[in-house]
């Protein structure tokens, strides 16, 4: 069983920058994929970012060049520095973990086979 903890979230002008973290109860980082994934008010949950065990890593092309996913494997946490942000970034974002296959799969991006989930933390971006 893996508990994971979301924390950074917050309110931000449009253009400006917040660091989410994901803290993991255990030793995660080589037997899982890690993601980050976002949902906004009645839309679907989407994924944002996710990295493996080496350090590879995949984005949605709406963040691309824009949100950054890395890991601290000594403090079995995760992130995602987020800039340049834009009101239609505007969601609770949420931790999870998945088999490791996940991350080599052509369908990363959708909240099915993502065993764990973390509780989220809300971006507002305003105009």
């Known amino acids: 069983q893996v508990q994971l903890v979301e924390s950074g979230g917050g309110s931000v002008q449009a253009g400006g920058s917040l660091k989410l973290s994901c803290a993991a109860s255990?030793?995660?980082?080589?037997?899982?994929?890690m993601g980050w994934f976002r949902q906004a008010p009645g839309k679907e949950r989407e994924g944002v970012a996710i990295i493996d065990k080496n350090g590879g890593t995949a984005y949605a092309d709406s963040v691309k060049g824009r949100f950054t996913i890395s890991q601290d494997n000594a403090k079995n946490t995760l992130y995602l520095q987020m800039n340049s942000l834009k009101p239609e970034d505007t969601a609770m974002y949420y931790c999870a973990a998945a088999p490791l296959i996940r991350c080599y799969s052509g369908s990363w991006s959708l909240p099915e086979g993502w065993n764990y989930w973390g509780q989220g933390t809300q971006v507002t971006v305003s105009s």
């Open positions: 255990t030793y995660t980082y080589s037997q899982y994929c």
